[in-house]
């Protein structure tokens, strides 16, 4: 229980953080931020662990720049 609970605050922290640095105003509110980092957190753990076997945990940064790559992809499927 405690894990899920990391994962929750851990999302929110590095969601916060990528819609602040990103360029422009982002519209979420806490769900939607909360999952945008933790996705943010998959996807760069994903792109670091390519070459190795298993699955790698991404660090703060590089979890912060997947979410900002997940806002970006995002903005592009909603503009086409």
Known sequence: M???IGAL???LIVGGLARWFYPGEID???LETILLGVGGS???GLF???GHQGFH???C???ILGA???IFIGRLILAG
């Open 2 to 4: 405690l894990n899920f």
């Open 9 to 11: 605050i851990a999302g």
């Open 28 to 30: 979420m509110n806490w």
């Open 42 to 44: 998959l996807l760069a």
């Open 48 to 50: 670091s662990s390519r």
């Open 57 to 59: 945990r991404a660090g």
């Open 61 to 63: 940064l590089a979890s």
């Open 68 to 70: 900002m790559a997940l």
